[in-house]
């Protein structure tokens, strides 16, 4: 398949500059020349931004940044590199720094120093090669292909370390609108806030734009002086910008065309994709457009959307940014248009960035008249909802089933090139954990998938997994709904995508009443209001449209069994009616006293008494005195809730089902879909180290689904159901692996080779839960656990073989294939190339006596 990928990304023959080239040194000549020239920056004079648009940092933030780098964050920043990744001009991969380091630590450091002291390195660290990723299949013009930069290792570990620190400071600088590289926002963020905001404009009288901008090769264009301007004026002192002057201003670059490097060229300006340090920097300059686009809002010469419900106050938003990729709303006023084109092009004479025209359009949301009009004041073409942004739906109806198409495309595009291989069953289902099933996952984080396409896609998946052509169907021996069980409950841990969806959606309500000052909630809460401590948002009673909250909250009150409030001070827990004590909320467990509570609706701050001493202790009221027949009650109340006290600190959610209190999305998933399954002897299946498509074969067997003379039949088929093996009883998945006397010879031997005596119980699955023996070694367990696998594994092809070929092996034949089977398995856990007879020996020094 690399092989494959390699070929298909041969450059053979490129359009560059409208000329059509074919000539090996015609290509990297042609090649090179346009990549220099990208990055090169015209003679003009470009105007500044005011400092007061700008968040600053402080001395302390200063200190962190430009402090002695140590050989404990510089290790730590190596250790977050990926050790394999492509080569750069050096030659050396990170895995060997990580190796190595130390050997070579000390004078890796003595590099950092040397950056200290003197605000530089060698320029030959900084040396680069431009390798060339198509943007698509067949691409043919030089603009088709993205380039990817290999930097040094040497230097990629510096930009690493310089990257860990300014990240740490990057939430202070950058506003609410930009979602890109800033700690503790997502991507998804972005997509939940425009498609409320969307939402909100179309249940509104009036209609609106949105502009869904493209920046025209936003890395490679970016003005240097504007950067080390912006930097400035956000307060970062002298020897960080000198610093970060040096990372992009020192940069030799290559095109490796077809692998083989053009002649080096500088740069003049631009952000290399693949430096660490450039996502940063670049959100830093995406900044000075954010805030352009804020100060126009608050001096009122334009005007985004109000996201707004019945229950909610509001939030007005102007502009989401993540990273190049720009969403603008603003009503429908020609102008408001007028002012944002004067911002745009303002930001583009001082960055050096430019809008592709080309790739950007107008969206009417409502009912906009002449949206031609308003396209044309910013020359662009005019676009439709739904959409999409960030590679997911925008603006699309609830439950569209339209918008997952190109989930479904990708699966099957996966499947159209493993269905030209061989695989086994094993690696089906390899290929569908690692793959299949992870590709529906970014839209699963945020959108309901429909029933319907949910049935297909796990359709594609059983059908892929049981080996269906599209020419010939196969028998789906077991049904879906076991595959998809842990396998500890007898399935394969694939994903029901139901279950799992709603897991994936419960993480945006464990982040709701944590992420407090996050944008992303504050515009839910100014569209839905919250209830009492914050919690989650009030119940949503507005009818389906393109908002997502809706259905994201329909899973409250399931996500709410599985969580408890741990006390701090009190101030954001009701008394009675959160669950914050016990497994029950008390007016749940103490209905009688919760009537007779003289303040039902009481947070627990209001219930804590204080004390001589700084002590504390419950002062709860009632509104008559007690009978002495409820006196038992009062006492299990206050003995239930005695151990618990106010203290320090807000109150805070705590995920019961996971050890440390912190939700996961995958004991989310498995707690939805616990069952009573009978027991299954998953460690005897899927512990061993038996090849993979022989586990799945004795995982088959268990469940009792080989094809069987006898399984057969009940599915329909007319046949002599006669054991091929004995030709006495008939063929079961029990009788042909365990009480057929030919393969009862075979687990005689097996057996006496250890030195143990077994019964042999009745099926297949019995047989494995009991096959547990004491007393042998780590290694000898291993040929034990896989000793059964073996033997079904060759007496399942004996039948086979005597079935479809006609062809009957010896006995003896038969059991020197199963040990050289059972010797081959097990050779790589064994002390030395032991040959058969040896094993054979080795196997009776191991009996247990």
Not at 496 to 520: C, T, V, Y
Not at 538 to 566: A, H
Not at 711 to 721: A, F, I, K, P
Request: hydrophobic share 40%; aromatic share 12%.
């Amino acid at each position: 398949m690399a092989n494959a990928r390699r070929r298909g990304n041969f450059i053979s023959s490129l359009t560059v500059r409208g000329i059509r080239l074919n000539k090996e040194e015609e290509l990297k000549e042609g090649i090179g020349s346009y990549f220099k020239s990208q990055f090169e920056e015209p003679l003009v004079r470009r105007p500044d931004v005011e400092s007061s648009l700008f968040k600053t940092l402080d001395s302390l933030d200063n200190e962190l940044l430009e402090g002695h780098f140590s050989d404990e964050e510089v290790f730590k920043a190596l250790s977050d590199l990926g050790g394999d990744k492509a080569l750069g001009p050096d030659g050396f991969t990170l895995a060997f720094w990580k190796f190595c380091w130390p050997i070579v630590g000390g004078e890796e450091m003595q590099v950092f120093e040397e950056l200290h002291s003197q605000n530089a390195i060698f320029r030959s660290y900084n040396a680069t090669f431009l390798v060339l990723i198509p943007k698509k299949e067949g691409a043919g013009d030089v603009q088709d292909f993205r380039p990817i930069s290999l930097v040094g290792s040497l230097y990629k570990i510096i930009a690493k370390v310089l990257a860990n620190r300014l990240k740490r400071v990057m939430g202070k600088l950058v506003s609410n609108n930009q979602n890109a590289f800033v700690e503790g926002r997502q991507i998804l963020d972005a997509v939940l806030v425009a498609n409320e905001a969307i939402d909100s404009r179309k249940r509104s009288a009036s209609a609106g734009l949105v502009g869904k901008l493209d920046i025209e090769k936003a890395y490679d264009h970016v003005n240097w002086r504007f950067l080390l301007s912006v930097l400035e004026k956000m307060g970062f002192g002298p020897n960080w910008r000198n610093w970060i002057y040096y990372c992009i201003s020192t940069v030799r670059m290559a095109v490796l065309v077809n692998g083989t490097p053009t002649d080096f060229f500088s740069t003049f300006r631009g952000l290399r994709q693949g430096d660490p340090l450039s996502p940063y920097l670049f959100v830093l300059v995406m900044e000075a457009f954010s805030n352009l686009i804020s100060r126009a809002e608050e001096v009122g010469f334009i005007r985004g959307f109000k996201v707004k419900g019945r229950r909610g106050e509001g939030v007005s938003i102007s502009h989401l940014l993540f990273a190049d990729d720009t969403l603008l709303f603003c009503e429908d006023n020609r102008d408001q248009l007028v002012f944002w084109k004067w911002v745009v092009t303002c930001f583009e004479v001082v960055s050096g960035l430019k809008i592709n025209l080309q790739k950007s359009e107008i969206i009417p949301v409502g009912e906009v008249e002449e949206v031609d009009r308003a396209a044309a004041v910013f020359g662009c073409k005019v676009g439709n909802l739904p959409t999409t942004y960030l590679g997911l739906p925008l603006g699309a109806p609830h439950n569209s089933c339209r918008v997952w198409d190109g989930v479904e495309e990708r699966f099957k595009r996966k499947l159209a090139t493993w269905k030209k291989q061989y695989l086994s069953k094993g690696g089906r289902l390899t290929l569908i954990k690692t793959t299949l099933s992870n590709l529906p996952i970014y839209f699963m984080s945020l959108f309901v998938i429909p029933r319907r396409v949910r049935l297909r896609l796990e359709k594609i998946q059983r059908e892929f997994l049981w080996g269906d052509l599209e020419e010939r169907r196969k028998i789906h021996l077991v049904r879906w709904a076991v595959i998809c069980k842990d396998k500890r409950h007898g399935g394969l841990g694939l994903r029901h995508l139901e279950e799992f969806n709603h897991a994936l959606l419960g993480k945006w309500l464990w982040r709701f009443p944590i992420e407090r000052e996050s944008f992303w909630r504050r515009v839910i809460v100014g569209k839905f209001g919250e209830v009492e401590g914050g919690w989650t948002t009030r119940e949503v009673r507005e009818s389906y449209g393109t908002g997502l909250w809706k259905d994201i909250r329909k899973g409250w009150e399931k996500f709410l069994l599985r969580t408890s409030i741990r006390i701090g001070n009190g101030s954001r827990t009701r008394f009675w009616w959160d669950l914050w004590v016990g497994d029950a909320k008390l007016k749940d467990l103490f209905p009688s006293l919760f009537r007779l509570a003289t303040h039902n609706s009481a947070i627990v701050a209001d219930l804590w008494g204080r004390q001589g001493g700084g002590a504390g202790g419950w002062e709860v009221h009632f509104r008559r005195p007690f009978q002495d027949w409820e006196l038992e009650e009062v006492n299990r109340f206050l003995g239930h809730i005695s151990a618990e006290k106010v203290q320090e600190g807000e109150d805070f959610l705590v995920w019961k089902i996971e050890r440390k209190g912190m939700f996961k999305v995958k004991s989310y998933y498995r707690s939805l879909k616990e069952d009573n399954s009978p027991l299954f002897p998953a460690k005897e299946v899927w512990g061993s180290y038996a090849p993979l498509r022989t586990r799945f074969f004795a995982w088959e067997a268990v469940w009792g689904k080989i094809s069987t003379i006898d399984m057969l039949m009940r599915r329909g088929w007319s046949m002599v159901n006669r054991c091929i093996l004995c030709k006495e009883d008939e063929e079961s998945a029990n009788h042909i692996l365990i009480h057929c006397g030919k393969t009862r010879e075979l687990w005689t031997l097996l057996l006496s080779s250890f030195g143990v005596v077994w019964v042999f119980p009745d099926s297949v699955r019995n047989m494995l839960l009991e096959w547990k023996i004491k007393g042998l070694g780590k290694k000898r367990s291993v040929v034990w656990i896989m000793a059964p696998i073996c033997l079904f594994w060759c007496i399942w092809g004996e039948r086979n073989r005597r079935t479809f070929q006609e062809e009957e092996l010896p006995a003896t034949s038969l059991r020197n294939i199963f040990f050289r089977s059972l010797l081959e398995w097990s050779q790589q856990f064994l002390d030395g190339n032991l040959d058969y007879l040896s094993f054979q020996n080795l196997l009776g020094d191991w009996a247990v006596v």
